[in-house]
């Protein structure tokens, strides 16, 4: 047996991870238990990038934060810390922000923004700027006009945004022939830029603190659902790891939240409850998306925007009545007809 029962992970090709706080990739080293009897969730661990990052979840503040997590037999004998990793914690690195006349100058130019003009044809132009409004939606110049989607605080401010192309016709991400993803922070080239990442939709928790938190995984779907659900207060992670650590969830403090990963992702995400619990009134893992899908749907990773839109609205019904009529739209104009949402 080692000199420690707690220890970080030996390095193998493909042993490391991406980062749960910074989002970097292969960075990311997880503590393993001699023992074995105790497996961690994966955000119990060090990032390599000490001074940019600072990320270290250590087995012992795991354990303080989850103490359900430790055997009777430990918790008698008091040896689950008898060896244990020493670490001194790195000097906490202020975190950098974006400029508000950057993001200011953002929430414009939406005709040239893809994912905007999609929405547009589906919920209407006045029901899509409601929503690109209330989460704060951008658009960049980058591939020729992309969505930005800003990580705001409570306070206004901005840590950075995630760039992203959408197809204007089917609404989904381009991903061919590469994913079309980029940061604000990065495209700006800003020096000594300190990434700590937020919550997509973080600033509205102060504007509704009774309502109940479901966390997602896509900034997409958390903006079409707020559409069909406004009662319900919707925020993403950036993705199945995206920013879900512990310094990220404080902002959910004592809310009722509810979890709902996309297809594919549910058992990863049944492993951040211990995560939360010490900090929210009560969480829960919606196993909706696994009790309704079928298998096809989940060999494609379907997410709750992926089933919501799968009932066409009236005025995607119009538009196809339109593309293969389009005497309707002649109609439509002559008469100056009006669709009346429902």
């Known amino acids: 047996m080692s000199e420690y029962r707690f220890y970080m992970e030996k390095y193998r090709y493909g042993s490391k991870t991406d980062c749960p706080n910074c989002g970097?990739?292969?960075?990311?080293?997880?503590?393993?238990?001699?023992?074995?009897?105790?497996?961690?969730p994966s955000s119990v661990g060090k990032c390599d990038h000490e001074q940019?990052?600072?990320?270290?979840?250590?087995?012992?503040?795991?354990?303080?934060?989850?103490?359900?997590?430790?055997?009777?037999?430990?918790?008698?004998?008091?040896?689950?810390f008898r060896h244990s990793v020493p670490h001194t914690r790195p000097a906490p690195v202020e975190p950098s922000y974006i400029s508000e006349k950057i993001v200011r100058a953002s929430l414009s130019h939406y005709d040239r923004n893809p994912l905007y003009r999609y929405l547009c044809g589906v919920f209407g132009t006045e029901e899509t700027l409601r929503l690109f409004n209330r989460y704060r939606i951008g658009t960049s110049a980058?591939?020729?006009?992309?969505?930005?989607?800003?990580?705001?605080?409570?306070?206004?401010?901005?840590?950075?945004?995630?760039?992203?192309?959408?197809?204007?016709?089917?609404?989904?991400?381009v991903k061919e022939p590469q994913a079309r993803v980029s940061w604000a922070h990065a495209e700006l080239r800003l020096p000594d830029f300190n990434l700590r990442q937020?919550?997509?939709?973080?600033?509205?928790?102060?504007?509704?603190?009774?309502?109940?938190?479901?966390?997602?995984?896509?900034?997409?779907?958390?903006?079409?659902?707020?559409?069909?659900?406004?009662?319900?207060?919707?925020?993403?992670?950036?993705?199945?790891?995206?920013?879900?650590?512990?310094?990220?969830?404080?902002?959910?403090?004592?809310?009722?939240?509810?979890?709902?990963?996309?297809?594919?992702?549910?058992?990863?995400?049944?492993?951040?409850?211990?995560?939360?619990k010490p900090i929210c009134r009560s969480v829960v893992v919606s196993m909706l998306l696994e009790d309704m899908a079928t298998d096809e749907q989940r060999s494609q990773g379907l997410d709750i925007a992926d089933f919501l839109l799968a009932v066409p609205t009236r005025r995607q019904i119009l538009r196809q009545m339109i593309a293969r009529n389009p005497c309707i739209q002649q109609l439509i104009d002559e008469l100056d007809l009006e669709l009346v949402e429902g």
């Open 24 to 40: 970097r990739k292969r960075c990311f080293v997880r503590y393993v238990d001699e023992l074995g009897t105790v497996r961690f």
């Open 52 to 80: 940019s990052c600072g990320y270290h979840y250590t087995p012992r503040e795991y354990f303080r934060d989850n103490p359900e997590a430790m055997s009777d037999d430990d918790c008698r004998t008091g040896r689950i």
């Open 198 to 276: 937020y919550l997509f939709g973080q600033h509205l928790l102060p504007l509704y603190s009774d309502r109940t938190v479901f966390l997602v995984e896509s900034e997409k779907s958390a903006v079409i659902a707020a559409h069909y659900m406004p009662d319900i207060l919707w925020l993403a992670t950036g993705g199945k790891h995206g920013c879900f650590n512990v310094r990220t969830v404080e902002a959910l403090r004592g809310r009722d939240v509810i979890l709902l990963p996309d297809l594919g992702a549910t058992g990863a995400w049944k492993e951040k409850p211990p995560m939360l």
């Open 142 to 173: 980058k591939w020729g006009g992309s969505t930005v989607f800003w990580q705001t605080d409570e306070s206004g401010k901005v840590r950075t945004g995630k760039i992203m192309l959408y197809n204007p016709t089917t609404g989904r991400r």
